[in-house]
């Protein structure tokens, strides 16, 4: 049971247009939603996050929208560059009790390919 | 600020084999998560430890186990290693407190091979 789906296995965009990367969640419970982006050989690096109180959260190129209604979440990179190509993880904390024991419910990731 | 450390980088097991991999949270992080990532099945939680107790666990066989000593350092076992277990094994830290929403900052992993 995939509680946190990301469809898209790939994305491929043109350097200086708009990245739109896509995960929905099934889990109601999740009030909590971060993407990580990873390269090759490396760990997970956090990008930006957004709580269930706001349907947008924005840093620099990078926003994320939710859709509780939907539970759906996007990510927009504008404008993307040849340096965000790596693959991009949507995840949610479980909680219990107020207190985040460790879990992070990963989606599948989506590679996005920014060309030149 | 040192980052979240884990060694070794890279190891190659033969099946049956057993293996512990060890990671080093940012100083002051007191939880530590250990993830797996496999091609097919993605990131997924195989447990969480704080302050030496583990406080979490995912849906992993018994094969696979962790500890946490006092200066947070953790290290993860899997015993009687199989095919299957070949994977990136990822550990991230913590502040692990409650209330709001602690960051999880990753290693850079181990990767595990099995043959």
């Known amino acids: 049971d995939q509680q946190v789906k990301q469809n898209s296995p790939s994305l491929s965009v043109q350097e200086g247009r708009i990245s739109i990367l896509n995960c929905d969640y099934t889990?109601?419970?999740?009030?909590?939603f971060l993407w990580y982006k990873k390269y090759p050989a490396e760990g997970p690096t956090f990008l930006i996050s957004i709580s269930s109180i706001k349907d947008k959260n924005e840093d620099g190129r990078f926003t994320v929208f939710l859709n509780k209604s939907a539970k759906h979440l996007s990510l927009h990179i504008v404008p993307s560059q040849p340096g965000d190509s790596a693959v991009y993880f949507c995840a949610a904390p479980e909680y219990a009790g107020g207190t985040s024991y460790g879990k992070l419910t990963f989606g599948q990731g989506t590679i996005l390919t920014v060309h030149p | 600020k040192a980052g979240v450390t884990q060694t070794p980088r890279y190891l190659i097991k033969t099946r049956g084999q057993q293996v512990t991999l060890s990671c080093s949270p940012i100083s002051g992080h007191r939880s530590v998560s250990w993830y797996q990532q496999t091609p097919g099945q993605g990131l997924q939680f195989l447990f969480e430890?704080?302050?030496?107790?583990?406080?979490n666990k995912g849906n992993f066989p018994g094969r696979f186990s962790g500890r946490q000593f006092s200066n947070s350092r953790s290290e993860m076992n899997v015993s009687t290693l199989e095919l299957g277990d070949s994977a990136l094994y990822l550990c991230?830290?913590?502040?692990?407190?409650?209330?709001?929403?602690?960051?999880?900052?990753f290693g850079p992993g181990t990767r595990l091979t099995v043959l």
């Open positions: 430890y704080f302050s030496e107790t583990q406080r």
């Open positions: 889990n109601s419970m999740f009030d909590y």
């Open positions: 991230a830290s913590s502040k692990g407190t409650s209330g709001a929403y602690n960051e999880q900052f």
